[in-house]
């Protein structure tokens, strides 16, 4: 199978999922768990879920195979426009109905491939009827793990005034700061303008790399974290080093993994 048959089979499955009748012909069988996504806040990001999930799962079980992961895609348009209007409810009625069908297509777990979302996190958790996995937890447990006591936040406008990340973070007795306001507006806008429409320019990235390299100087920030499932994209296969940066999609990929694993 080529990998963009891959992707599409597996993104088709999202789809199909919802059907009670496809599920009657096509259960899943054997001892494999099966990881359910709740994908497309943002599609590039969810793609790029994808694939490492795969690869770090055939790194972490050399005797080979493939992970069990169904995809169900979301519109990222119709979410923004419920956090633009302040409608968290709507938010979290549009995903916990977006877990329900990988729920009932046979998921054991399930996770939000992206930060923002898990603005209404505890209440999709609530109404769900598998566990799903925190980006936000995963990377306040590892940020402990490692030894920080200070960390920096990018993320969307929506995620950098919340106080998810930051209650979070402080759990594990870890402080954490945010960019200026000027500098966050200008990060929201590049976020939702440039980054979700798959456009990641040099100069966005410049200026990007200028905010965190204020925020470890001044700040005294040890490590930014990337709150935004599109900024590794943005910033990937940079040679930086005076930047350590604590990439969620990378830290949630690797819990997933474990929970597949185990």
């Known amino acids: 199978m080529q990998w963009s048959d891959r992707v599409s089979s597996t993104w088709e499955l999202g789809r199909l999922s919802s059907n009670p009748s496809w599920l009657a012909v096509h259960p899943f069988s054997g001892n494999m768990r099966t990881a359910g996504m709740l994908g497309g806040l943002g599609p590039e990001s969810t793609i790029d879920y994808y694939r490492s999930i795969v690869a770090r799962y055939r790194a972490r079980k050399p005797d080979g195979g493939y992970p069990h992961v169904l995809i169900n895609s979301l519109d990222v348009d119709k979410g923004i426009a419920m956090l633009d209007a302040g409608r968290l409810d709507d938010l979290a009625d549009y995903l916990a109905a977006g877990v329900e069908p990988l729920a009932r297509a046979g998921a ?69 700061v945010l960019p200026k306001e000027p500098e966050r507006d200008f990060i929201h806008k590049k976020y939702i303008g440039e980054l979700l429409k798959n456009q990641f320019l040099p100069e966005t990235r410049a200026e990007i790399l200028r905010i965190m390299q204020r925020m470890m100087a001044v700040d005294g920030a040890e490590a930014i974290v990337l709150a935004g499932t599109e900024l590794p994209l943005l910033l990937r296969d940079l040679d930086v080093t005076d930047i350590e940066f604590l990439d969620t999609t990378v830290i949630h990929v690797e819990a997933v993994v474990d929970e597949l694993l185990r």
Do not use: C, W, Y
């Open 108 to 176: 054991d777990f399930g996770f939000m491939a992206a930060n923002t979302p898990h603005l209404v996190f505890d209440e999709v958790q609530r109404r769900a009827a598998i566990p799903l996995l925190s980006i936000v937890r995963a990377t306040s447990d590892h940020a402990k793990a490692i030894g920080l006591k200070k960390v920096g936040l990018l993320g969307t406008g929506f995620t950098m005034r919340a106080s998810f990340f930051p209650q979070e973070f402080q759990r594990v007795g870890i402080l954490m």
